[in-house]
């Protein structure tokens, strides 16, 4: 899935990889995507799923700039590395059916980082930390939505290290709020 993509990996492909049978990847997985999906929790980097899960309950620790930093490291570094697996899911409508209803089933799927990372806001709201009048879905989706795209970009084109981007694209955000 990481050098072809979900769409053209096949499963066959992927049980030989695996060393198993391809029965034997149907006996766990009822389907190919659910096969992506746990993919993406067991192989991919589990800290921004960890860190926004536990982030609001930390509000009022660190700083804000520090906190948002942490997030658009972590959010980079997942999304450098599923971006080459998810990225062909919406080349077969089939596919991005299947993942849609998979997601809803689990009562998951990518908003749940947007809200996540909104709580956190709301969480630093409440204690004064951040303006009140700042909108904490926007500035998730503004963040987020910055770290796609330093992670898709870094596929094509040389970019800033994780690192400083994050920093920098953090402190920026957390200046407006």
């Avoid at 072809?4 to 391809?22: D, F, H, P, Y």
């Amino acid at each position: 899935m990481r050098t072809q993509g979900l769409a053209r990996a096949t499963t066959k492909e992927i049980a030989r990889t695996a060393g198993c049978s391809e029965a034997l990847l149907y006996k766990h997985f009822r389907a190919k995507e659910d096969l992506f999906l746990a993919v993406l929790q067991e192989r991919l980097p589990r800290d921004l799923p960890h860190l926004l899960a536990t982030l609001a309950g930390e509000a009022g620790r660190n700083t804000v700039a520090g906190n948002l930093e942490r997030v658009a490291h972590a959010a980079i570094t997942f999304y450098d590395e599923s971006f080459p697996i998810a990225a062909s899911i919406f080349s077969e409508l089939r596919l991005l059916d299947g993942y849609r209803t998979a997601m809803r089933e689990r009562n998951a799927g990518p908003q749940t980082v947007n809200l996540g990372l909104a709580a956190y806001l709301r969480a630093e709201q409440a204690l004064g930390r951040v303006r009140p009048d700042a909108d904490p879905e926007a500035v998730a989706a503004l963040l987020l939505g910055a770290c796609l795209q330093h992670a898709f970009l870094s596929h094509f084109t040389e970019v800033e290290a994780v690192g400083s981007a994050a920093g920098r694209l953090a402190r920026n955000l957390a200046a407006g709020l």
